[in-house]
Every structure is written in C-alpha cells, then in structure tokens.
C-alpha cells in the first residue's frame, strides 16, 4: 500500500498547511546544517588538515596516499569477489539439500548448520579462521563472509521455492522427474529469478562486512585509513575519513541501484510469481549487519484473493491449444487493456 | 576446557555485558526506527526526505565505519561520547534503526488499503489514520523481520571489541591468546554464549510467522 | 560452478598483485653471503637460498614501526630487520613486510606466516613456551602517560578508579590486570587509538613501553607527558619459530657484531634516537 493512501488528496486548507510546514522544515533542516558548517570552521575543522590529500606532510607524496587507499578499496573488493561466488554456490546447495531430500537427518543437521552459521558473529568466525586454523587474513575475511552469507543465501532460495506455486513441483514429478531433479530443473531457476533482488542486496552486506576484517587485520580500506592516521597523527583523520566513508556509500549505493533495477525489470516483465513478501511469506534476508534494501513499494497483498497485488504481476494469458495468432492476440490485448484500467483504479484506490 | 571453567566468571561478565549493550541498543533502535518510519510515510515533504536519505545513508555504511567516526572523528568535531558501552550504543542505536524502519514501512506496505480508508472515510487524520489503524496492524507482520534484525544487532554488538567494550569477543580474544592450547574450546564455549541469545530469538520469530500467516 | 572457479583463479591472480612489495629507499648494506655459507638445512641456508624473508612488524609504533603511504615501513624495528635480513644476503626489496599486532605474534610464528617477528617484542616465560627469542635487542620499560595537566598520577599505584587504556592481548595490559585489579582497562586493537580518548578525557592513563610512549609525546606538542619511572622490564626479543635454536644462535651472534661494530647505534640514531636519548648497550640472553 503506498503511503498516499494514509491521507487524502490535500484541500486548499491542506495544502497551504503542507507549505507551511515545508518551508518550516526545510529552513530547520538548512539552519541545522549550516549550525554544524559554522561549528565545524569554529573548530578547525576546514583548516589545512585537507592537505593530507593533495599535499601531505613527512615526505609522502599525494600519490602514495592515494595509493595506500586504492590498495585497501581493492583488497575490500578482492575478498567480496571471492566470497561472493562460494556463498552463493553453497547457498544454493544447502537450499537443494533441504528442500529435495527429506530424510530428517540431513535436513535436520542442514537446519542446525544454518543455525548456528546465522547465529554467530562474522567478525568471531574471522577469529577462528585467523586463530584456530591460522589461516591467512585474506582468507580469514572470506571464510567469514562466506560461513554466514552462505547462510543467508539459502534461507532466501528457501523462501524462494517455497513461495513457488505447489503445480511446478507436481507437473515436474508428474512427468518422471525425480525430486531432486525437479528441484534442479524447475524450481530453482525460478526461484533464483524471483529471489535476485535479495541476493544482490546481500553482496551488498557482505562488501560492507569485510570492513570487521581489522580484527585479524587484513588491510582493507578501514584499516588502510587507520595505518595513514597512525603514521601521520589524530590531525588528519576527518579528512581521510570522509574519503572512505564516502567511497563505501557511493560503492553500496551504486549495488543497491542495481538491486532496485532490477526487481524493476523483472516486475514490468510480468513474468514468474510475486516475490514473497517478508512478513507472511517469507523471511526477510538477514545480514552480519541488518537487512538488505527493499525496494519501494514492496507489497504483499491480500494472501486470499490476491487483490492488492501489484497489477503488473497479474498473470499473462497463455496461449490455448490449437489456437490461432490471431485469436491469442486479441485475448492479450484484453487482458492488457484490463491491467491497464485496473492500474488507473490502483492509483484511485479503488480496486 | 579448564580455562573455561576457571575463566567462567571473566566470560559471564563479558555475556551480561553483550546482552546489556543488546537489550539498551534493541530499545532506542525500535523507539527511533518507528520515528523514522512515520517520516517516511508521513505527508510533509522534507521529513519524508530526511527519513530517505537517513536509511540509505546508514544503509550504505559499515557499521564499523561508524564505530570508527563516534570514537575517533566525533571528539574533534565536537560530539563527545562516552567510553565504551556510550559510543558502542551509539553507534549500534543510529545503525539498527535504519533497519527497523524499513521492517516497519514493509508491515505498513502490508496493512491492506481498505484499512487505511476506512479510517480515513470516518475522518481520522493522518495522525490518527497511522497510530489507531495501521502502525498496530503492521506492527504484527513486521515482527519476524524485527526479530532477524534483532539477531543482527546481537551479533553486531561484537564490533565493540575493537572499540574498548569489553563483551565476549574481548574476552575470547584475551582467553585465547593467553591459552593458545585452550584456544578452540574457549572459543566455542563463547560461541555458544551467542547462540544462547539468538537461536531462542529465531525460533520465536519462525512461529510467530507461522501464526501471523492464518491470523490475516 | 564453473563462475566459482574461474572467479577464484582470477582472485589468485588479483592476491599475487595486491601482495605488499617493499621498495627500498636507504642505502643498500645486503650482505655478500651465499645459501651455502650456512649449515646445510638450516633456516638460514632455506632462507638465503629462497632470497625472501617474511618479518612482522608493527604498524602504529612511532619510532620503532609505521608504515607510510606509500608502502615503506619504518622505525627502529624495521632497521634491525632489515639488518637480519642484510646478514642473510637478502636486499630490502626480498624482505616482505607483515603487520603483527600484539594478539597475534605468537600464532604467526607458529603457523609459519612469518619467519622472525621484530615487533615491540617482550621477551617473558609464557611466551617462551610458545615461540623461541632471540636477543633482546632493546631492554623498556612499562610506564604510564597522561595529559600534561594531569597531577593525581604518578606511579601505578595511583591507578585505582581510573580508566587505562591499553592493547587487547599485549603484556603491559595483561600486567596492569593482574597486578592493578582496581583499574578499569579501556582495551583497543592499537596504541594510537588510545591518544584521542585521552586526549578527550574518556581515558585517564595509556599504559605501555616507555618508548612507544616517548614517540606519542614527542608528536604531541605537549599535550601528553610521561609519568613516573618504568615499573617493569620489557626486554624486547626477535620472536622465531620454538625449537629452532640454530636460528636463534646465528641471530644473536649477528645482534652482539652489530652492537660492536656501531651498526646498531646507527639504526637507534636514524630512528628513535631523532627523540630519545642513547641507551644502554643489552646484553643478548642466551636462554
């Protein structure tokens, strides 16, 4: 339901209420800023620690500096690239496992794996990796982000196939299918297709975890900007905070996008079932560090009888057997003119 | 498995002390996330502006990268937080409700349209339309994602580690430097602690999804 | 599955990038030695043979170890590093520098991560189970540093109700532990993490080795000073693999030439002597 719904289309009264309170908050929110701007200068902060970045003091060259943080922002993305790829493949497997075997000890030790994968701290399992296996931080980082996203990955292809109508699974048994291959050969590429979404949001959670890699100090871009303010003292740690503050957000911003586009695309192709919703349907994807993104308007509908569902995931006729071009045509068009009155009556309410 | 036994008191100290930061933390993200989820649904333009670019922001962000800023970038620009548990609480509070708030607004998405109408065709105001009708109807569907994200806070309060708060990852760490023979039972030992808080919190969450499911 | 693999060997490829390479700026003292100078099957002789050496330092020691920019470690550490690895016959540009904080010296040399770590390194009985010592190269002391207004502190034994901050895992915290139990530990993963706590306040007293503390107060224009006199003895100590006593005996040989030869007075001049002033010559513990 979009949030327009809570209140009426704005009278005059409103409106002029609604400017009001624009303008009111507007020069809140610009007063506030510019508050902070003055006590920043009061403080220094706008001094000649910037020269950190073009100039900086001890001999280094701007380069070097720039460099020491393209080495940290590539490492970030080294380990992401890495575990990634793992967790979403082990992901994808322990889903298989649960969902196409139902002898009770595999599915029972799989959930309890998940579980306790799901359940303690990314940073700790970096510890074991680093402590108990002494392996390489590298290493460490990914096994880490992989342990826990693998995790993850499977409850959302879980979610995924099990909001999948149950008549995929019964035509692909019913034509000779093993279970295991109806799970491979059917469900899972829609489930995948449905889930995409989640799964990028996820990698943008598991960027943004290698940033707990500075517990077995693995030299990603956190710590690299801490290792340039051991080295050139506390006066310049804003300005090299900003810069990696900034590259995080703009780099997770830039995935989340890609997430939103292509929840987009998939929904205006009109094509696979709904994406269960978090709440009734499905779990929400869980990360080390909170949720992933969701895109605006999610909706779950009326479970019932379906109303409330976005338009555009009402289903496309299929054609009948032995039905002519022709014919098939004008019923799509029906049904397209239909979606499209029943989208003008969305934007009314009045479905 | 000694060092276990003989360090219980040092790991129950650092247990209480996790869950004390997860249980404050849990209460100002809820009480700040719903506010920020009401700015986001909100009629007023700016607010609803803020609420945005608040959830994408921190959405975006490391939680690290917080840590970092309260601790070391905070001080020189004037914002002074307190040791340890203080900026930890911070840091965790300002980073979680981002998270609740969209937990929130997807219940709100959730609340059928007709709920939001028929208050409003018996003249209830946006106000009223939000705190009587719908945010109590949302609220229930909202709390299986509630809950994973209150495991994640749990989890997360392990980030204090590197910031002098001394909860179980600090004492891990300690116990299993200064016990190299000991290392992975003391290890497991504390993680153990964690799942203690949140596989109950999971379990809970899958039945109350399963009961909110029917009770539509 | 076929993404998986192709991804992970384009990140092997990325990580033999990405590896640190040390690029040499000082003069150049490698010495003329060959693999076969050494005993046949000794680390020395694996080692001079490989012309690679990997050394854990640490990264956030003014003065003893820092890493610049662009890649250069440096310090007091780093020279006496560099020194070992000159006697091996390996070039700075064959030395592969590793960061060791305090919490994980002893599990890189055990696992094999590193070959000697030169890292603030106090030589003590626990730890000589673990990993074996060569030296000491540099005998500190534990010592306390506060705000240069601060008068309530003057000895360890003032210490009670106020707030240290110290390392996770380094022995002046685990000393203060023990021994102090009425202070309150503020533990960070690095010394420099503590200065701006107690430059605010948040922190009363940072508590290490007396000269990773004359470091932060020569940086800090009189905002910190040391109190009191070092109440411990911190003598620091070349970490290597436990057992290997061939090893050990080569490097304390090469530690009692360069204290003789003033190669070693050399390193403290270029580095921590810009601030402290010349220590007593150690004498090498041949346990």
Redesign the interface.
């Known amino acids: 339901?979009?949030?327009s719904?809570?209140?009426?289309v704005?009278g005059p009264r409103?409106r002029r209420l609604?400017r009001i309170?624009?303008v009111t908050?507007?020069v809140a929110?610009v007063a506030i800023a510019a508050y902070v701007v003055y006590?920043?200068a009061q403080?220094g902060?706008f001094d000649d620690r910037w020269k950190v970045l073009w100039d900086?003091p001890?001999g280094?060259?701007a380069a070097?500096?720039w460099?020491?943080l393209a080495?940290g922002l590539?490492?970030t993305l080294?380990a992401a690239?890495?575990a990634a790829?793992?967790a979403v493949?082990l992901g994808a497997f322990v889903a298989i496992v649960r969902r196409g075997i139902t002898r009770r000890l595999v599915t029972g030790s799989a959930t309890v794996v998940t579980?306790?994968a799901?359940?303690?701290?990314?940073?700790?399992l970096m510890?074991?990796a680093?402590?108990?296996f002494?392996w390489?931080p590298?290493w460490s980082v990914v096994f880490g982000l992989v342990v826990y996203n693998a995790a993850v990955v499977a409850e959302v292809l879980r979610a995924g196939l099990t909001a999948l109508p149950k008549g995929q699974r019964e035509a692909g048994l019913s034509i000779g299918l093993s279970p295991m291959r109806t799970t491979l050969l059917i469900e899972l590429p829609q489930a995948v297709r449905i889930m995409l979404p989640a799964l990028v949001s996820q990698i943008?959670v598991l960027l943004?975890?290698?940033?707990?890699g500075?517990?077995?100090?693995y030299?990603e871009l956190?710590r690299k900007?801490?290792?340039?303010?051991?080295?050139f003292?506390?006066d310049y740690?804003?300005p090299l905070?900003v810069v990696?503050?900034t590259l995080?957000?703009l780099i997770?911003?830039a995935i989340?996008r890609l997430a939103t586009y292509v929840e987009r695309r998939l929904r205006e192709r009109g094509k696979g079932a709904n994406p269960p919703?978090?709440?009734?349907?499905g779990?929400?994807p869980?990360?080390?560090?909170?949720?992933p993104?969701?895109a605006e308007?999610?909706?779950?509908?009326?479970?019932?009888f379906g109303?409330?569902r976005p338009v555009e995931s009402q289903p496309m006729p299929q054609r009948y057997p032995g039905e002519s071009d022709e014919e098939f045509q004008r019923r799509i068009g029906q049904a397209s003119s239909q979606r499209a009155s029943l989208r003008a009556n969305d934007r009314t309410?009045d479905? | 498995m000694e060092t276990f036994i003989s360090e219980f008191g040092t790991i129950w100290g650092g247990f209480l002390a996790t869950l004390a930061l997860a249980a404050a933390s849990a209460v100002l993200s809820l009480v700040w996330g719903t506010v920020l989820a009401t700015m986001?649904?909100?009629?007023?333009?700016?607010?609803r502006s803020?609420g945005t670019a608040y959830v994408?922001?921190v959405?975006?962000?490391?939680?690290?990268?917080l840590f970092?800023?309260f601790v070391?970038?905070a001080p020189?620009?004037?914002l002074l937080v307190g040791l340890g548990f203080q900026w930890s609480l911070a840091a965790l509070t300002l980073?979680?409700s981002?998270?609740v708030c969209?937990?929130l607004?997807?219940?709100?998405?959730?609340?059928?349209?007709g709920q939001?109408?028929a208050a409003?065709s018996i003249g209830l105001?946006?106000g009223q339309?939000?705190t009587q009708i719908?945010l109590p109807q949302a609220w229930r569907?909202?709390i299986?994602?509630l809950i994973?994200?209150l495991?994640?806070l749990t989890?997360?309060t392990?980030?204090g580690?590197?910031f002098a708060y001394a909860e179980l990852?600090t004492v891990?760490?300690t116990l299993?430097?200064e016990n190299p023979a000991d290392?992975?039972f003391v290890?497991f030992g504390?993680?153990l602690m964690?799942?203690v808080i949140?596989?109950p919190l999971?379990v809970t969450?899958g039945r109350i999804?399963k009961r909110?499911?029917f009770a539509? | 599955?076929k993404?998986?693999k192709t991804?992970?060997w384009?990140?092997a490829g990325?990580?033999g990038l990405?590896a640190l390479t040390a690029c040499s700026s000082g003069g150049d003292d490698t010495a003329d030695v060959a693999a076969s100078d050494f005993p046949e099957g000794s680390t020395m002789a694996a080692l001079a043979e490989a012309g690679t050496i990997t050394i854990g330092t640490k990264?956030?020691q003014p003065l003893f170890g820092?890493?610049?920019?662009?890649?250069d470690p440096e310090g007091f550490d780093v020279e006496i590093g560099k020194i070992i690895a000159g006697e091996l016959g390996i070039s700075e540009d064959g030395i592969e520098w590793v960061?060791?904080?305090s919490a994980?010296r002893e599990?890189f040399i055990?696992?094999g991560?590193v070959d000697i770590v030169v890292a603030t390194y106090t030589i003590n009985d626990e730890r000589k189970e673990l990993v074996s010592f060569a030296g000491p190269y540099y005998n500190a002391g534990q010592a306390l540093m506060t705000l240069t207004e601060t008068d309530d502190i003057e000895s360890p034994d003032d210490l009670a109700g106020k707030v240290v901050c110290s390392v996770t895992g380094s022995t002046p915290a685990q000393n203060i532990a023990d021994n102090y139990p009425d202070a309150e530990l503020a533990l960070f993963?690095?010394y420099?993490d503590c200065?701006?706590p107690l430059?605010n306040g948040q922190v009363d007293v940072v508590t290490t080795d007396n000269v990773i503390l004359a470091g932060y107060v020569a940086?800090s224009d009189d905002e910190f000073k040391v109190v009191g006199e070092p109440f411990t003895e911190e003598p620091y100590g070349i970490g290597l693999a436990l057992e290997d006593d061939e090893f050990r005996d080569w490097i304390n040989d090469v530690l009692e030439e360069i204290f003789e030869d003033g190669r070693w007075l050399d390193a403290w001049n270029e580095t921590a002597g810009t601030v402290l002033p010349e220590p007593d010559v150690p004498t090498v513990d041949r346990y």
């Open positions: 339901m979009s949030s719904v809570l209140y009426d704005p409103a609604d309170l624009n908050f507007s929110f006590a920043f403080r902060v900086p001890k280094q060259t070097d500096v460099t020491s080495q590539g490492n080294l690239a890495i790829p793992i493949t579980e306790f799901r359940g303690l701290p990314v940073l700790m510890l074991l680093r402590l108990a002494g390489s590298l943008v943004k975890d290698t940033a707990l500075y517990i077995v100090s030299p956190l900007i801490k290792i340039n303010r051991d080295y003292g506390d740690v804003i905070f990696g503050a995080y957000i997770n911003l989340s919703e978090i709440g009734p349907a779990p929400i869980q990360s080390g560090v909170g949720g993104p969701r308007g999610a909706r779950a509908g009326d479970p019932v109303a409330n309410g479905v | 986001r649904v909100s009629p007023v333009g700016p607010l803020f994408e922001i959405r975006n962000t490391p939680l690290t990268l970092f800023f070391f970038v020189s620009l004037g980073y979680t981002a998270f969209e937990a607004r997807s219940g709100i998405n959730s609340v059928g349209v939001a109408e409003r105001t946006f339309t939000l719908v569907t909202s299986p994602p994973s994200v495991i994640a989890k997360n392990s980030v580690a590197g990852v891990q760490r299993m430097t290392a992975l290890f504390i993680a964690y799942l949140t596989i999971g969450a999804e909110v499911a539509r | 599955m993404l998986t991804s992970t384009i990140a990325a990580i990405v990264f956030d820092l890493l610049a920019p662009s890649g960061e060791t904080v994980n599990p055990q696992d991560s993963d690095a420099t200065l701006e430059r940086d």
